[in-house]
């Protein structure tokens, strides 16, 4: 039980990593299971080979590098969504073994699915905003920062998967209290009152 407990956090933390790039976490599991720190699902052994590991390693560089076009990023994120959900399934399932596969894919498309295609959601109203604002300049900071909480989320998920989680949970919440401050605004506070102009003057005799 505690091991299918702990394959499914380290399948959301995964999937998470994949809402911030789609192969980053694919080439770190990778890359884990082929060093056998982590063991792969019925099916998915094929990512620990030599030749996945050079594919997710050269999808990854690719993908680093088309994010610091200016661009291109822009466009990227008209397939990104899709490509994360995809990518978080497949990360979720490959981890989550030892289940029946009606719950093991069931997992993987809610849970994976849905975590990954959230954060990558997220990311790109982040960066839609600071396009907005700096027309573009600050597209490249974004870019490394969502690059380095894909690595270390991935590295977390393995690693810590339950910190890992938890990180992602925070990081929600944060980027969901931002985005709202961002796009809505702040809330108007109420004037504030002024006692002296409220006092009504006493009547003098």
Known sequence: MMEAVVSILVGIGL??????????PLLVLSIAARSGHIP???GFQWMASLPAMIAFGTATAV????????WLDHALDTIATPAAMLAGVIATAAVVADMPPVIRWGLAVLAGGGVAGTVQGATVLTRLKSGT?????????VATAELAGSLVTSILAIVVPLLAVVL???????MYRTSRRVFFGRSTPSPARDDHALDTPSDKP
């Open 40 to 42: 792969l699902g019925e």
């Open 15 to 24: 999937a998470a990593a994949c809402g911030f790039r789609v192969f980053v």
């Open 133 to 141: 604002m700096t027309a573009g300049l600050a597209n490249p900071v």
């Open 168 to 174: 992602i949970v925070a990081l929600l919440m944060w």
């Open 63 to 70: 993908e680093i590098g088309a994010y610091y076009v200016p």
